[in-house]
């Protein structure tokens, strides 16, 4: 007995003089916290906080590229590829050695910033003349026009305002990801039987609509490149979404919708269908882009909201969102146009292209907000004293254009 009690104290003396954690076996949880054009963030979990760690990552059918660094558990991964996807591990380090290696997670960089400068992103966004792109200057005036503008502009609110500015918590951000960004679960919750069903594309730390901390409508838009030229872009959208922490980048929500780029949008969502929007339509199609203003030419409907709609909705619109039976109040998809006689030679930059638009393809009803809210691109470029020249615009100005067939129970 006594050689195993020898054994037993030189175990502890040699425990003792390394300090070695009692977890320094267990390996590291390693998660993907944000991505970037050119970077990407990781951090994991560990019970030492001044360790040495060994971080490896690649790029598929690359070696590995090695980083040793001390201290806080987070890393950044410089100078990488844009748009190429890229996995990682990381191990603590004890004297040579480098283990055990960590769970592998993978995801890809972007292909633009989450705010700022957008390339094109490559995407047809719905075919010329359908939907969204529909030239409706000289459609026909719908026969109830003046009673729903007036009775929009009875409930409040009776001007123009452009919702989105140089603040970057105003406006809706979208992310544009490749087509090998890898998909992550989505948990869904109010509106889960009207959603399509997961994996997503999201991005660890894609930007959220009025912040991660807001209480609003927390919109997540994606646009997913093709896997090959002339392919369709997908839009992926979220409504109300939250990351949820860990190394699968899984998200909630409470309702989410994939759309094709590429195809009509008139069909792609069933009837009764809501979306991360009320209306059942897809929010990127419909937003004031800093790029398109800056190319002079907006080519498209723009997303507006009203506090109080009908209870009805017209194509491609798919769903309602009211109790309301009145005829004087907006269905969900309702065009509406800035009236041809209305007089915008006075109004200059961003606000002239804007209105020409309003003029040419309208506002689209996209779901209940504050009266005459129309919906722009989250971005610090924009001037927001260019863009308050359109808040002396009157709802007024505007005339309602003659619907298609509306589905109601009413």
Request: with cysteine; net charge neutral; hydrophobic share 35%.
């Amino acid at each position: 007995m006594r050689p195993m009690r020898a054994a037993i104290a030189v175990a502890v003396a040699v425990a003792s003089a390394g300090a070695v954690p009692a977890d320094a076996a267990k390996p590291p949880r390693l998660e993907v916290s944000s991505v970037a054009p050119r970077s990407i963030d990781l951090r994991w979990s560990a019970s030492e906080r001044r360790a040495r760690w060994s971080i490896r990552y690649r790029s598929p059918g690359e070696a590995w590229a090695r980083r040793t660094l001390r201290g806080p558990r987070r890393a950044r991964l410089r100078r990488l590829e844009r748009g190429t996807p890229y996995e990682a591990e990381v191990a603590r380090c004890g004297g040579r050695a480098c283990r055990p290696w960590s769970n592998r997670v993978r995801t890809a960089t972007l292909l633009a910033p989450f705010t700022g400068a957008h390339p094109d992103p490559g995407c047809e966004t719905f075919p010329e003349g359908e939907g969204f792109n529909r030239d409706v200057s000289a459609a026909p005036v719908a026969a109830g026009s003046e009673q729903i503008i007036a009775r929009i502009d009875a409930d409040g609110g009776d001007f123009l305002h452009p919702d989105f500015g140089s603040d970057p918590t105003y406006g809706i951000p979208w992310v544009v990801v490749p087509a090998a960004q890898p998909q992550v679960p989505v948990r869904f919750g109010a509106y889960g039987d009207e959603s399509d069903p997961g994996p997503y594309p999201v991005p660890p730390g894609a930007p959220i609509e009025g912040g991660p901390r807001s209480d609003g409508d927390r919109h997540v838009l994606v646009v997913r490149r093709p896997e090959s030229p002339g392919g369709s872009c997908s839009l992926f959208e979220l409504y109300r979404a939250r990351e949820r922490s860990g190394p699968r980048g899984a998200w909630s929500a409470d309702s989410g919708a994939v759309f094709d780029l590429g195809s009509p949008l008139t069909g792609q969502r069933p009837g009764g269908w809501t979306s991360a929007d009320a209306a059942g339509l897809p929010i990127y199609p419909g937003l004031v882009t800093y790029e398109e203003v800056a190319s002079g030419e907006i080519d498209h409907a723009i997303r507006v909201t009203f506090e109080r709609t009908r209870r009805g909705f017209v194509s491609p619109a798919t769903h309602y969102a009211s109790d309301s039976c009145s005829a004087d109040r907006p269905p969900m998809g309702l065009r509406l146009r800035l009236s041809g006689g209305y007089d915008i030679s006075g109004l200059s930059g961003a606000a002239r292209v804007i209105a020409v638009a309003m003029k040419r393809y309208g506002l689209i009803v996209a779901d209940n907000g504050s009266n005459w809210y129309i919906s722009g691109s989250t971005d610090r470029r924009w001037d927001d004293g260019d863009l308050d020249q359109l808040k002396a615009i009157p709802g007024a100005a505007f005339e309602v254009v003659e619907p298609g067939p509306e589905t109601t129970p009413c």
